[in-house]
């Protein structure tokens, strides 16, 4: 398949979250579950792309317009789906990954080095979260002023969706409020309590303005603080 021929589903335009960072947020081919693409410019005016969504040649044409496509972070096995769509658009992009989810990820699109050695050469930190099984890593961008942090399924910050589908996500508890989810306790967590040191160590980080997710919307307003409060949850 030609990336000509590649499905597109629906999705949003590029929203500004910060200074040379924004979020696109699209579908899935099935079920409720909304997903965001976070896109960052480095200085020299090379794009990162996290988590990368397929869109119409509008919404490509804009991403074009903010820099060139450079580095294309496949951030876990699961988040695979338009990787193959990325590669065949812009042939001399680099696809990384986490090294542990490695295996997964190259099913998909094959990878030349890990993302913790990709990011390190552009001086940006790449956390392991403690107290997790996932395969995933959060990335601290540098901004302006400050800094975000980009996660992956670690955790959510998605509003009750409609529909059958939405009603299922509402059930499990994975819609409605920040934080971990209860499915994501028992896919990712192997121990709570370092996982909540983990967040409050993050919540410390100088300038921390902006945190984005996969699934739902990004937190731009006093980020340490629900970091603090959720990691206080976990440990009760």
Known sequence: MTRRDWPVYPH??????ADNLWQVTGSL?????????????????????????????????ALESLGHPSVLIVPNG?????APFYLARYPGIEVTCPAAARAKVERKVPVRRPVEQVLAELDIPVH??????AQERVYQLPLAEGCALVCTDLLFNLPHQQGFGGMLLRLIGSTG???????GRLMF??????????????AALPGLRILS????????????????????ALRR
């Open 12 to 17: 949003g335009p590029l929203e500004p979250l």
């Open 29 to 61: 081919p099935r079920g409720p579950l909304p997903r965001n693409m976070i896109v960052h410019r480095l200085r020299d005016g090379r794009l990162i792309i996290h988590s990368g969504i397929a869109m119409n040649e509008q919404g490509m044409a």
């Open 78 to 82: 699961l988040h695979r789906l338009d």
């Open 128 to 133: 392991v979260p403690a107290g997790t099984k």
């Open 177 to 183: 409020k920040f934080g971990v989810t209860p499915l």
């Open 189 to 202: 967590l192997r121990d709570r309590a370092a996982f909540a040191d983990w967040l409050e160590t993050m």
């Open 213 to 232: 997710m996969a699934h739902g919307h990004a937190l731009t307003h006093d980020v340490p603080a629900a970091l603090r409060n959720h990691a206080s």
